[in-house]
């Protein structure tokens, strides 16, 4: 949009004295952040009214994206960057004595969500604006999104995210929307004289969602989507008098929390409810909003809409629509059923086996009486359909009810046209092994998305001196076209460039220096590498290595202080899960080494272990311009994509990988010699499982670095680790280090090692780090949804 300093200022200081009657000189960093927001909804609102009415009478398809987690982090920069107007904002209140950073960090950030999962869908969100795809999201406004984490003594601890303090600024509230969401009671059907069974109730317990809207505004091009988050309240009408405190509690508590556990499937009731929750809300929503603007009959739904299901948490949209089109539209089964698969599609991300969602059939029986009904009648009609063409064997491996469990993954594939998983491997894995059975009965519903990030976030604002730098290279097309950085290619051999990009590195260094500084009064040098593995904490991904390596330099040293080591600033960012006992063990070891080994006076500051607390979008921002090695070392066939790699390398980042997830493709984008390969590949990793005969014990005994650092962990070399090194150790030796942590290490020391050779040729190891910016651009996210919108919801972009 066109803005100039003069028009910002005006509204500006008129938003201020409307809002708090006082003048810039005495309002405060809140005031003044609310001010600055409320201006800038003011911006984007006319342009987001407009593209709903465009959406409305175009009648082009739309996606929405449903999904239990959505992490955007701050928003303040990102609508300020996309609507166009970041630099004139910028000058106009550095006129007025009043810094942009600063006053970004005021805002909380948008944490409702726990890990990749809820950050991939708001890359996502960001990027179906931005290519102008007409994509929504659909969520859960929870009051309290993910816990804050303080380290203290070492351990995590977990205090609430109460983020709604000072409200959120960019959201629509919209009542009048609002919808009912029923569970419990009873249900029987009944003939309605008209051929037909209609469903009738009894004691159910009703819930008002009302969503809230949120603008997600697209990168210079006109285009505000939404993404709706429904809060649940209690519906006006009811005499509250008359209800039981479990229920109104329950009632109140459904949009409370955001559930803290990633990878582990947890399966209390109150997760069931928020997972029906969202889902029937917002198809409701699609529907209600169906019938008013779409001319067409109920029977073309699905030339109109495309749901998706973000992982299985929101599987239960299948019985749910079923029930809304049978129940509610008065539609056949068969036909509800055929334009179900259609609408429907369904994004795996894990294949750990206890993250894969089951649900009690009583629990769901007795929560959700007419779901269950419909669920087990989708079950029975596909048994019966099914066996005389597959044959028993197949037909049950594939149920979707069994063993007294409902299989959301089942139901997911069952009821959508199309299953996806994240990244090449984790596709073929799905195919061939995890899910083999289904591949073969529905062969061409199967497809791999690879993953993708938000440049916008990840690079532009992230990074701002890398952005400047790149612009007057190659000029400004990358920021519509990430591709566009291969052009960066033709500078390899200029040694100008080369040295200009070594000083961005080292000023993002400088500032994540700073900040560690002030939140773990470390000083760190910044001439060190800067080795960073930021991500949730869990065993398959392996901080433990980084952490036994850490380990092996710290006794080189010690054996001989003076050594010729490369100083290493080693950087984890990570939150367990506050039930996750083994991974708090973790970060309470990695914060007793990091004080072990930041105050020995042989190290000399060679070595430095920062565990910075509470790792967000916001302080991922900080820390990934500053990296120059990103960690990605889970046990292949463990990671289903992985994303932080991607925005690691898009910063200049080496990654040092193992052949897991996303990180093959991103070997094959830059080529072997700009990338540290190490480890055991899913093959061979596989073959140790056939074979059975892996023993970490033998490791242990055998190899006398790893047996001096495993010691070191149980007696007292590394302090006040008591409990948890026992419990370390044990998990390595005794238990067979189920993640082949021992396997893997001598190879993931031999690719340490080259990291530090190359390291030591500056121009080398510069040159490298240019192949990876310059080779990013396929994992853009803004490709990612192209091809989703192409290949499964078959959406086309607004005003195309
Ligand atoms: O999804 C992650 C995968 O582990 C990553 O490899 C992948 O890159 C990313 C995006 O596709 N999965 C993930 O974050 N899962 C969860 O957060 C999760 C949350 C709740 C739950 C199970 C898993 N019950």
Known sequence: MELTKEQFIQDFEKTLTDKYAKPLIQAGQQEIFQSLADVVKSYYAPIWQEDLAYKDESQKKQAYYFSIEFLPGQMLKSNLLNLGIMDTVREALSDLNVSLDELAEVEPDMAIGNGGLGRLASCFMDSLASKGLPGNGNGIRYRYGLFKQKIIDGYQCELPDSWLDNGNPWEVRRPEQAVEVTFGGEVWLEDDGKGSLKPHYRDQERVLAVPYDNPMVGYENSTVNNMCLWRSEIPEDLDVRFQNLDYMNQTAQLSAELYPDDSNYDGRLLRLKQEYFFVSAGLQRILKHYKKHIKAPISQIHEYVAV??????????????????????????????????????????????????????????????????????????????????VGPTLVHSTRIVKDGQIHMAHLSIIGSHSTNGVAKLHSDLIKDVVLHDFYTIYPERFNNKTNGIAERRWLQISNEKLSSLIDETIGRAWRHDLNELVLLKNYKDNPDFLSQLQAVKKADKVRLAEVIKERNDIEVNTEAIFDVQVKRLHAYKRQLLNVLHIMKLYFDIKDDPSIDIYPRVFIFGSKAAPGYHYAKSIIKA???????????????????????????????????????????????????????????????????????????????????????????????????????????????????????????????????????????????????????VLRDFDDYVRAQAEVEALYRDQTAWTKASLANIANAGRFSSDRTVQEYADDIWYIKANKA
């Open 308 to 389: 998706h299901i973000n992982d299985t948490h929101p599987a239960l949209c299948v019985p749910e629509f079923m029930r809304l089109l049978i129940d509610d539209w008065g539609l056949a089964w068969e036909q509800a059923w055929e334009i179900t698969v259609k609408v429907m599609s369904y994004t795996n991300h894990t294949i750990l086996p206890e993250a894969m969602e089951k649900w009690p059939e009583d629990m769901v029986q007795n929560l959700l009486p007419r779901v269950y009904q419909i669920i087990l009648e989708i079950d029975r009609r596909r048994t019966k359909d099914l066996l005389p063409k």
């Open 590 to 740: 990695i914060n007793e080494i990091a004080n072990l080994i930041n105050n020995d006076t042989d190290v000399a500051g060679r070595l430095k272990i920062v565990f910075m607390e509470n790792y967000n979008v916001s302080l991922a921002e900080y820390i990934i311009p500053a990296a120059d090695v990103s960690e990605q070392i889970s046990l292949a066939s463990k990671e289903a994509s992985g994303t932080s790699n991607m925005k690691l390398m898009l910063n200049g980042a080496l990654t040092m990988a193992t052949l897991d997830g996303a990180n093959i493709e991103i070997k094959d984008a830059v080529g072997d010699e700009n990338i540290f390969i190490f480890g055991l590949t899913k093959d061979e990793v596989y073959d140790y499982y056939a074979r059975g005969d892996y023993n970490a014990h033998d490791i242990y005994k055998s190899n006398p670095v790893l047996n001096r650092i495993l010691n070191a962990f149980r007696d007292g070399t590394i302090p006040n680790i008591a409990n948890e090194g026992p419990e370390i150790f044990a998990s390595l030796t005794t238990y067979n280090d189920e993640y082949f």
